[in-house]
C-alpha cells in the first residue's frame, strides 16, 4: 500500500484570513521504510496566469507562419519551508510533523479564474534518491479582510443616468431619459442590494420591461513573453421584469437582488485584478435596440454598518475564525462581529476553474479546489 497523509488544521473549513497563523499536524503512514533525502512542509501562495495565442510571423524569407505563443506570469506571496527529517532511513509507521506559519498580511484573496488563479496550499514533501518525490497537499483559502466601513466613499449612493434618442434624424421619436440608483457604493456576499430605476419615457415607443445583471469582470494580466491582457466577464446573479412603461409616461422601479458568494475585488496592481458591476437593460419594442446602463459595485468582505439596519437582530457573537496577538498589527485583522451575526463560509455560484496550471505535473496537480468566500445572512431574513 502507499503511503497516506492527513492534515489537521486550526482552522475546521481551512480558510484563514491574512495575517493569521495557519498551524496544525501532518499525519504521516508508511507501510515500508524508506530512504530519503529529507522530509520538508512547505506553504506557498501565489498568483498565476496562462494562456496560448495563436501569432502569425514572417520569415526572413517573405512567407509567413503560426505560431504557438504562451502567455505567461506568476507572483509569489508567500513561500515557507521547513525541514522535519534529514536524510536517512525514514522506517515505516506514522509519523506526526507539526508547523506554525504566519500569512502575510498582504495575501491577496484566494482566486479562481479560466485563465489563472491565485491559490495557497499547504505540502508535505519526502524527498527519495532516484525516485519520484512523494508529494501530499491541502488547498487553503485565505483571505484578505476588506471592512468596507474604513472607507467613507463606500457610504455614498450611487447613480447613473442616460438619455436615449428613438429613431433616427430627422425623423425624431423622442427621448429616453433613465437612472439608475444604488444605496451604497458597496456590499459584502449575501446582502441584499437594493435599487430604484426612473424612467422617463418621452418618445413614441413603448418599453415592454427590463432586466438587471450583477456581473463580474476579471482581468489577466501576462508579463512574459510581453505584457498582455484577458478578460473575462460571467453573470453572478440576474432578473427579468415585464413591467411595462408606455410611451409618454415616467415609471419608477424598485427591486432587491441578494448577493451570491463570490471573492471580493482585487488591488489594482495584481496580475488578476477582480471587479463587479451592477447592469440594467431595457427592453425597446420595435426595431430599436435595447437600452443599457451599469454601476460599479465594490465587494468586500466586512459589510458596512449603515447596510446592515433593516436586521434587527444582531447579536453578540465570537469571530468565526481566531484573531491575531492583541500585539500585532491589526488593520487588516478579520472583523469583530459584535454589531451582526458572523458569515458562513460557501462556494463561489460558478464551477470550479477551467485553469490549469502549466507547471503542475502529474504528483502536484490539484484538482477540483474551490475557495470559499465569507457570505453574510440575507438581510431581509429573520435570524
Not at 420591461?209 to 478578460?231: C, D, Q, V, W
Not at 463561489?348 to 502529474?362: C, G, K, V
Request: charged content about 20%; glycine content about 6%; hydrophobic content about 30%.
Amino acid at each position: 500500500m502507499p503511503s497516506t497523509c492527513e492534515f489537521h488544521l486550526n482552522s475546521p473549513n481551512a480558510v484563514y484570513y491574512s495575517g493569521q497563523v495557519v498551524c496544525g499536524s501532518i499525519v504521516l503512514k508508511t507501510t515500508s521504510d524508506k530512504d530519503v533525502r529529507n522530509v520538508r512542509i512547505r506553504f506557498v501562495g501565489e498568483a498565476k496566469v496562462s494562456w496560448t495565442e495563436t501569432e502569425r510571423h514572417r520569415r526572413s524569407d517573405g512567407h509567413h507562419e503560426s505560431r504557438t505563443v504562451y502567455f505567461r506570469a506568476n507572483e509569489v506571496y508567500i513561500d515557507n519551508s521547513t525541514q522535519v527529517r534529514g536524510e536517512g532511513v525514514l522506517p515505516k509507521g506514522t509519523h506526526t510533523y507539526t508547523f506554525n506559519i504566519p500569512l502575510p498580511l498582504s495575501c491577496p484573496t484566494s482566486c479562481e479564474g479560466k485563465y489563472g488563479h491565485i491559490r495557497y496550499a499547504l505540502w508535505l514533501i519526502v524527498e527519495r534518491p532516484f525516485r519520484f518525490d512523494n508529494e501530499f497537499s491541502k488547498p487553503l483559502t485565505v483571505i484578505r479582510t476588506v471592512d468596507l466601513n474604513l472607507n467613507p466613499v463606500y457610504r455614498i449612493p450611487l447613480e447613473a443616468e442616460k438619455t436615449s434618442a428613438i429613431g433616427c434624424w430627422p425623423c425624431s421619436g423622442g427621448d429616453i431619459n433613465y437612472t439608475l440608483k444604488v444605496p451604497f457604493g458597496a456590499y459584502a456576499p449575501g446582502q441584499t442590494l437594493r435599487y430604484t430605476i426612473l424612467i422617463q419615457n418621452q418618445s413614441m415607443t413603448d418599453i415592454s420591461g427590463y432586466s438587471l445583471e450583477f456581473n463580474e469582470h476579471i482581468t489577466f494580466t501576462a508579463h512574459t513573453p510581453r505584457h498582455k491582457t484577458r478578460e473575462k466577464d460571467t453573470t453572478l446573479a440576474t432578473q427579468e421584469h415585464s413591467d411595462k412603461c408606455l410611451r409618454l409616461t415616467n415609471r419608477q422601479f424598485e427591486g432587491e437582488l441578494i448577493l451570491p458568494s463570490l471573492p471580493p475585488d482585487t488591488e489594482d496592481n495584481c496580475i488578476i485584478r477582480v471587479r463587479h458591476r451592477l447592469e440594467f437593460e431595457m427592453y425597446v419594442d420595435g426595431c430599436h435596440a435595447n437600452k443599457t446602463i451599469s454601476v460599479p459595485i465594490f465587494i468586500g468582505t466586512v459589510p458596512l454598518r449603515e447596510s446592515m439596519t433593516n436586521d434587527s437582530s444582531f447579536t453578540e457573537v465570537a469571530p468565526s475564525a481566531p484573531l491575531l496577538p492583541s500585539d500585532e498589527n491589526t488593520s487588516d485583522l478579520p472583523p469583530s462581529y459584535g454589531d451582526f451575526k458572523p458569515p458562513s463560509f460557501e462556494e463561489a455560484i460558478r464551477s470550479h476553474s477551467p485553469f490549469q496550471d502549466p507547471d503542475a505535473n502529474t504528483h502536484s496537480n490539484v484538482i477540483g479546489f474551490r475557495p470559499l468566500y465569507p457570505v453574510y445572512p440575507n438581510n431581509n431574513e429573520k435570524q
